[in-house]
């Protein structure tokens, strides 16, 4: 029983998976070591001295027991590297020596597509190595004297592919020889039409900045002009099928690079190239670039593959510009603990890096949580030497300090502005109380829970060791028919139906084909994994108590079927059907009882 991903052939995705066998994989990224039936290594995802890191060769598939991290080979893949399913698809597929695969859906529209966007990635490979031949090729002097008055170094220029762009004909000459097609040289956003038909460079005389995703391919270029004009400082080519601004950072590939060579504790976000390459410079080299626009939810996401800790660092305007900072709240609605760089008003982070590291570690080491640098922005527009402003901005400060989390926030905020204004701790936090309510509220009840809710947790537990016992083939599990459990959590419900389909099919149970089934991420799948680790599924201990699991859980079958039963005979106004719930209700009561006299 198995699935394809995103439209795959599954047959394709089964061959892929056989010839990619996950201890191969997993080894050559890590050094695994094998200790009883699977491979052990230090969590490529977590730090860790012991190695919790376990590869399941038989099975196909991984699973940290310190982080909680699995998957199968394709997920392994897909995470290591920070790229997509489809990213990983095409890794394992070139490994394997594999044709990249055909979609079920449209099919030869599907591979119209990718020959469109290989021709557009040569054609953007091709236009960033004329550029940069450009550079060097004795005619760029304004180009190199504006690298030589950024203080940038040859290494840098050549880590970063910077080019220049001498004309606006020289390009489409260039790449005419080429034999691309019109459409296609369009397409690619490196060239674009005048007014009187002819193909132009779209980056005309400007240094140019080539921006490469996560798979080391061009797919863009920004551009900046080197004297004043009336035209805009910097300029990216037109967003195409290859390039799209919103879900791009720059320098995403060098952070790619870096996160392989070590962990990546936490990712800085700068605004512009120019910031990106003289922090890169100057040591710091775990940053990025938004390139100018405000952050969007799947940049957001892009970081989270790297870190969850984000530094964002713009201007040292940054706050006087953009006081609500509502763009950062994208992060933070991502889980990303987000902390604000201030920098020194007017300087941005290009400035502060060539005063030398230390110089932007001091404003890193100063970095504020979010909703701290939300008050430390406000305050800029106020002066709280006059009573007036101070009252002003108390109020707007006390809407920042109610939407911290958690009371303890509150009550440092409200610290802060004591501090600041004056005024007593008392009298703020009076004030905080006296908000208005922020929009139309809804009355809530609380809702009266169910005697057997403070069982919760147990029979959850006994739902977790029942299906991995089943899951990892327990010779005690082995005659016992699930399919009958009326299991409450929906990731339990679709493991059960898989084990008991296999059965009924009599085909063998895979915990690795459960990845495709349950999606990317599923927490409580992995605490089942967790179970199958030293001896806690083998033993008379483990027996006797997946024997007191089944009973759990069909103790909470029979309370779940009484609960229902109350309902329905409530809601019934037929005596006949009144008295068949009745019956029925007495019997699981007595069931019930029974069970609990054991």
């Not at 005048?194 to 270029?221: C, H, M, T, W, Y």
């Not at 922005?377 to 400060?397: P, Q, T």
Request: with cysteine; glycine share 8%; net charge neutral.
């Amino acid at each position: 029983m198995t699935t394809g991903g995103r439209g795959i052939d599954p047959r394709y995705m089964q061959e892929l998976k056989q010839k990619n066998n996950i201890v191969e994989v997993i080894g050559g990224y890590v050094p695994l070591e094998r200790k009883g039936g699977n491979y052990w290594a230090c969590c490529p995802f977590h730090h860790e001295k012991t190695a919790s890191f376990a590869v399941n060769e038989a099975e196909q598939f991984y699973h940290c027991f310190g982080c909680g991290v699995s998957g199968d080979v394709v997920t392994f893949v897909r995470e290591i590297e920070s790229t997509d399913f489809m990213g990983a698809v095409r890794i394992l597929a070139a490994r394997a020596k594999m044709p990249l695969p055909e979609s079920n859906f449209d099919t030869e529209r599907a591979a119209e597509l990718r020959k469109k966007r290989d021709s557009l990635i040569k054609i953007l490979l091709d236009s960033a190595r004329f550029y940069l031949s450009n550079l060097y090729g004795g005619d760029a002097g304004a180009h190199l004297e504006y690298i030589s008055r950024r203080k940038l170094a040859p290494t840098t220029v050549k880590k970063f592919g910077l080019g220049a762009s001498l004309d606006f004909y020289s390009l489409p000459e260039y790449l005419a020889g080429k034999g691309y097609t019109r459409e296609d040289l369009v397409d690619s956003g490196v060239l674009a039409e005048s007014k009187n038909g002819k193909l132009i460079d779209s980056q005309g005389g400007r240094l140019i900045f080539p921006i490469i995703n996560a798979f080391d391919e061009v797919v863009g270029f920004g551009g900046r002009l080197l004297e004043k004009s009336d035209f805009a400082k910097y300029k990216n080519t037109k967003e195409t099928m290859v390039f799209n601004k919103s879900k791009t950072l720059y320098n995403i590939n060098l952070l790619k690079k870096l996160k392989r060579e070590q962990p990546i504790s936490d990712v800085i976000v700068v605004e512009g190239y120019m910031d990106t390459i003289s922090l890169y410079q100057a040591g710091f080299k775990n940053v990025v670039a938004s390139m100018g626009t405000s952050l969007t939810k799947d940049q957001a996401r892009l970081v989270k593959r790297y870190s969850e800790n984000v530094y964002i660092s713009y201007d040292g305007d940054f706050a006087g510009q953009k006081a609500d900072l509502r763009g950062l709240e994208i992060l933070k609605d991502e889980n990303l603990s987000v902390r604000v760089v201030p920098l020194p008003d007017g300087l941005d982070p290009d400035d502060v890096a060539k005063q030398g590291a230390d110089a932007y570690q001091k404003c890193l080491d100063a970095a504020m949580p979010l909703i701290d640098y939300k008050l430390h922005s406000l305050e800029k527009k106020y002066d709280l030497s006059r009573s007036e402003d101070k009252r002003s901005f108390v109020a707007e400060a006390l809407k920042i300090v109610r939407s911290a989390e958690s009371e303890s926030e509150k009550e440092d905020l409200l610290k802060k502005l004591r501090d600041r204004t004056g005024f007593t701790y008392q009298s703020l936090e009076r004030d905080l109380q006296n908000l208005p309510a922020e929009g139309k509220q809804t009355e809530i009840s609380l809702p009266v829970l169910p005697e057997a809710a403070a069982g919760t947790d147990k029979y959850k537990k006994a739902a977790r060791f029942v299906l991995a016992a089943k899951l990892f083939s327990a010779p005690y599990a082995e005659k016992c028919d699930i399919s009958g459990i009326g299991f409450d959590d929906n990731v339990h419900k679709i493991i059960a139906e898989y084990i008991s389909a296999c059965e009924r099919n009599g085909e063998r149970v895979r915990p690795s084909e459960l990845f495709e089934i349950l999606g990317e991420d599923s927490p409580e799948f992995n605490e089942i994994l967790d179970l199958n680790y030293g001896d806690k599924l083998s033993g008379s201990v483990a027996e006797r108590f997946f024997g007191e699991s089944l009973q759990t859980l069909e103790e909470e079958g029979l309370q779940a079927e009484i609960d229902e039963c109350k309902k329905r005979f409530e809601a019934e106004t037929d005596t006949g059907r009144r008295k068949e719930i009745a019956r029925r209700l007495d019997e699981c009561m007595r069931r019930l009882k029974k069970r609990g006299a054991r």
